[in-house]
């Protein structure tokens, strides 16, 4: 069946610094993939998409590439700020009616 | 832009008791699909509905149910509730064609005590 696996957090990194959060892949298919960004108390947030391979999904200072190659769907960032502090879900959907998630990676970033 | 709206926020209930949680979908979208968030857990889907109709299943305990209604809406119904289903209930919804690209509401807050 489909799933996501993250990388495990939580990540802790000083405010300026890159970061990559990890995400793969298996699906049937050709998924579309998603990153979410879940702050504190709140909802989801859409961060950024990617609906086939080797589309880039931009948002924020954000990126990911679609690899098909590498089932892969890494979230980037070239300089984190204290506000980026949250939780990211790494999920797909194959076109059926319902999203998988990753467990999700929470960041800390420290000033 | 609207958005994803949800009723209500919180809630608290004893166990044994029932709840009724409410999503408003964004104008024009059909579908709507709801989510089940357990403390530090990721998402879990439970059920979705297109044009009053439930399109999809997931892992939805028997105590629940959904139904979408005419304009769209949709209430989840939450029966002898247990400590276990406390979580943060998540409706989304989108246009069936692309159902790749769900908007998420904010989220109702359950506690069962």
């Known amino acids: 069946g489909n799933s996501v696996t993250q990388m495990e957090g939580p990540v802790t990194l000083s405010e300026e610094a890159f970061l990559t959060i990890n995400c793969t892949y298996t699906?049937?298919?050709?998924?579309?993939l998603f990153w979410y960004v879940q702050y504190p108390g709140e909802g989801l947030q859409l961060l950024l998409k990617?609906?086939?391979?080797?589309d880039k999904g931009s948002n924020k200072g954000f990126e990911a590439t679609y690899r098909k190659e590498t089932t892969s769907f890494h979230l980037e960032k070239g300089s984190v700020q204290v506000s980026d502090s949250a939780v990211y879900f790494c999920?797909?959907?194959?076109?059926?009616?319902?999203?998988?998630f990753g467990t999700g990676t929470r960041l800390k970033v420290l000033a | 832009a609207a958005g994803v709206i949800q009723s209500p926020r919180h809630l608290i209930k004893e166990k044994r008791e029932t709840a009724t949680l409410k999503c408003y979908p964004i104008?024009?979208?059909?579908?709507v699909y709801w989510y089940q968030q357990g403390p530090g857990q990721d998402p879990q889907f439970l059920i979705s509905?297109?044009?009053?109709?439930?399109?999809d299943k997931g892992s939805i305990p028997d105590r629940f149910s959904a139904q979408q209604f005419s304009d769209y809406h949709s209430e989840l119904n939450m029966s002898s509730l247990e400590l276990g289903d406390s979580a943060l209930y998540f409706c989304?919804?989108?246009?069936?064609?692309?159902?790749?690209?769900?908007?998420f509401g904010p989220g109702t807050r359950l506690t069962v005590t």
């Open positions: 509905f297109y044009e009053k109709m439930q399109s």
């Open positions: 989304a919804s989108s246009v069936l064609t692309r159902s790749y690209e769900q908007y």
């Open positions: 999920a797909l959907n194959s076109g059926t009616y319902k999203y998988i």
């Open positions: 990617a609906t086939k391979a080797d």
């Open positions: 699906a049937t298919g050709y998924p579309s």
């Open positions: 104008p024009r979208h059909d579908t």
